[in-house]
């Protein structure tokens, strides 16, 4: 299994079926921070179904078709960030991302969105990265933001979640400017010095 480190004692790797006793712990300590936005961290609610979404996502990847990967922080599982959607044949993928409130705040989702989209649109040749989320979640649309990714419209009442139909926001980034965005980081990165 590889990791890649975040920094700060942080590391990115994916998440597998046998790890399912861990992520469960995980969604427990995460559940009231992100059950209004993350499904998972309300419909994962034992070992199996644990076991069950971890599965799903190791389908998914045997397909080509997703990717679940967690974030670790000193050893322990406290976030993570997953290409819910992953189609070769449009060349488009969506993130979605969480975490643990104890370690928000810290740059890790801003740290490991920057290498997945990497990976995607580098490696993969994904043109369109896309980030779902609804207008209610304001952190989440700063991220996206801060990201460089772009607003692209508004989804009206699409996501019944909970009781409420949420208006889901479409944000997304191309592959050209996210080039664009990574060139200018290293440039700043390098004046800085």
Known sequence: MF???LGEGAELRPVEPWQAQEFYEHV????EYTGA??????TVKDLESAR???QKYADKQASDTGRFYGIWVDG???????FRIFDTSVDGCELAVWLEPTVAGRGLINKASRILVDWAVDERGMHRVEWLVSSLND?????AERLGFTRDGVLRESFPWQGVRHDMEVWSVLAPEWRALREARAAEAGAVR
């Open 3 to 5: 990791a890649i480190s």
């Open 37 to 42: 936005w993350v499904p998972f961290t309300v």
């Open 139 to 143: 952190r989440s649309k700063a991220t």
């Open 76 to 82: 322990m599982l406290v976030g993570g960030i997953a």
């Open 28 to 31: 427990e300590r995460a559940r």
């Open 52 to 54: 069950a979404h971890l």
